[in-house]
């Protein structure tokens, strides 16, 4: 693991994304939109809408989000703390943060829109994850304070609410093709499976881990999920693959030295996924042997504390955003 990790960064399998940069309009000034929230001391968490497919949000801990073109952004280190993509329609941003609130912001323009953001309350400790089900109709959340929700998007209600001894929540994600469900990790070595309509007890308990999900990602077809874990000096920060129909472990990832922070299946190309590591480094492995397929590491990158991954259509590329590098990278055939 060691030799593994002290790797510099190989630009034969990492380079910047170029490419992107040249066949987009030039802008000497990035297009981004700021939004700035002094009543809040820390957002955390953020999911943007992808009815704009060319932004992704970053979230810094002094409240304030921003919003880039990814297409025409230059590609400067930035100290944020998370960064993640969405599942809505609406072209809103969700923020959830340490003042136990959540909060809908609508994207109109590229103008901070007027309109005053509306806010989901009812947790009584920091909100610590957040997700969109596809229509946006649903808001999933979870708190520190070992309770689970439910939100009715358009009016801001909660529907369903449980608190669960000893589950502190960690992240969570909606489950494609299965509308209903919500998969969401926690402090008590779980990952736990709430339904829609029935929120009072989990649908399902995936057991098996020594340390705690950080993050968390389903495949596309709704049937694996990814996740990523802390763990310090090598030992643990592993990403695991589950078979969700089973709750059976597919496989294990291990290089990682420090907590892996963030975790994503590669959209499309699910049997590529990727971690990302506070010890400065992000692998992409093969999802189903766990074999390492690509790494890249640099210290000048800070810790990472999330990732999204986007395949374009046109080829056989990913590009990787993180809270402080964008890169692509060209999957090989592992078969």
Same mark, same amino acid.
């Given at each position: ?9 190989? @630009? ?28 809040? =001391? ?11 497919? $060319? ?8 409240? $304030? ?51 005053? =953001? ?16 596809? =229509? ?35 992240? @969570? ?17 779980? +990952? ?36 990523? $874990? ?10 695991? +693959? ?60 800070? @810790?990472?504390?999330? +990732? ?28």
């Amino acid at each position: 693991m060691g030799a593994c990790a002290s790797k510099d960064r190989d @630009m034969g399998q990492w380079a910047t994304d170029e490419a992107a940069e040249a066949s987009a309009h030039v802008n000497e000034k990035p297009e981004a939109l700021l939004l700035q929230r002094p009543e809040i =001391p820390a957002t955390s968490v953020v999911d943007l809408s992808p009815a704009f497919p $060319s932004l992704i949000a970053t979230a810094w801990d002094d409240g $304030s989000v921003m919003i880039i073109n990814i297409m025409i952004i230059d590609w400067q280190s930035r100290e944020v703390l998370m960064s993640l993509p969405a599942h809505a329609k609406t072209r809103s941003l969700y923020a959830c943060s340490r003042d136990t609130t959540i909060s809908q912001q609508a994207i109109a323009s590229s103008d901070v829109p007027a309109a005053a =953001p509306q806010s989901f309350t009812g947790h009584t400790l920091s909100v610590s994850a957040i997700a969109i089900n596809a =229509p946006e109709t649903h808001l999933a959340s979870g708190s520190r304070d070992t309770g689970t929700s439910l939100w009715d998007v358009t009016t801001g209600t909660r529907v369903q609410h449980t608190t669960t001894s000893q589950n502190i929540v960690t992240c @969570m994600t909606w489950v494609p093709q299965c509308e209903t469900l919500v998969a969401q990790g926690g402090e008590d070595l779980c +990952v736990r499976l709430w339904d829609a309509r029935s929120w009072k007890s989990p649908a399902q308990t995936i057991q098996g881990y020594v340390y705690f999900p950080l993050s968390i990602d389903a495949s596309d077809d709704g049937n694996y999920l990814l996740t990523s $874990s802390k763990g310090f000096n090598g030992v643990g920060c592993e990403g695991r +693959v589950w078979d969700r129909r089973t709750g059976k472990l597919v496989t294990e990832m291990h290089v990682h030295l420090q907590d892996a922070t963030a975790c994503a299946y590669v959209r499309h190309k699910n049997a590529f996924a990727v971690t990302a590591s506070k010890d400065s480094s992000l692998r992409i492995w093969n999802s189903a042997s766990g074999e390492l397929v690509a790494s890249s590491f640099d210290q000048s990158s800070g @810790m990472f504390t999330g +990732v999204a991954c986007q395949s374009l259509e046109s080829s056989d590329v990913v590009r990787v955003f993180t809270t402080s590098f964008a890169g692509m990278w060209p999957p090989t055939d592992t078969s």
